[in-house]
């Protein structure tokens, strides 16, 4: 069974306490993650697509990494507007879109 | 441009009755989908149009939700006979075109079935 599953669930952080998110999968054949922030009442929010492992994307203080069996969201020195949750989903065979269940992170001033 | 809109915003309604909730996607979109989204929950996959193909209606929970799209563009998803069970937010995406194009989603709509 396809599965995608993030953890933690939840996360406090101090403002500068840099962290890691985790997307760990098993589908059948991988074509592609996604990594989403959503804020609350909204609608998520794109941020980064890896297609094949060891493929890495940075955005500011945001770093997305892939392989063969789970993706990382990497957090440097966040900052209390990075607190939302984040979604990954990821893209395999039948072109099946399935979303984990998101990590909650909350960064203190 | 104009992102993914969807109305209304907020939804309550009696256990019983019909709703109908409205995705205009983002002009030049083929692809459009639905998902659920309940309460802590991750999002849960309903419904995915693509131009004139015949829709993938695999992830409806029951023959009580359909949805169609009008000229490519503008979708309507409706709930006959709302349960409870049915109260979720209600997201709608689209994206230039299939499967491996990140999808850009609207605000949501939040249904209350009381």
């Known amino acids: 069974e396809d599965q995608v599953t993030q953890s933690p669930e939840a996360l406090r952080l101090q403002e500068g306490e840099s962290s890691s998110l985790n997307c760990s999968y098993t589908?059948?054949?991988?074509?592609?993650l996604f990594w989403y922030r959503q804020d609350p009442g909204k609608g998520p929010e794109f941020l980064f697509t890896l297609y094949s492992a060891g493929e890495e994307k940075e955005k500011e203080r945001l770093k997305a990494t892939l392989t063969k069996k789970e993706s990382f969201l990497h957090i440097t020195a966040p900052k209390p507007e990075d607190s939302a949750t984040y979604l990954c989903a990821v893209l395999h065979a039948g072109n099946m879109l399935t979303f984990g269940g998101g990590t909650r992170l909350m960064v203190k001033p | 441009g104009a992102g993914v809109s969807q109305s209304p915003s907020n939804k309550v309604t009696e256990k019983g009755k019909d709703v109908e909730l409205r995705c205009d996607p983002i002009?030049?979109?083929?692809?459009l989908y639905w998902y659920r989204q309940s309460l802590g929950q991750g999002l849960e996959f309903l419904i995915y149009f693509q131009g004139n193909s015949a829709p993938d209606k695999s992830g409806l929970p029951s023959d009580r939700f359909s949805a169609e799209r009008t000229g490519g563009s503008v979708s309507t998803l409706t709930i006959q006979r709302t349960q409870q069970e049915d109260s979720a937010v209600y997201l709608c995406a689209s994206s230039p075109i299939a499967y491996n194009s990140p999808l850009h989603f609207g605000n949501g709509t939040r249904l209350t079935v009381t």
């Open positions: 002009s030049g979109h083929t692809a």
């Open positions: 589908v059948s054949g991988l074509r592609g």
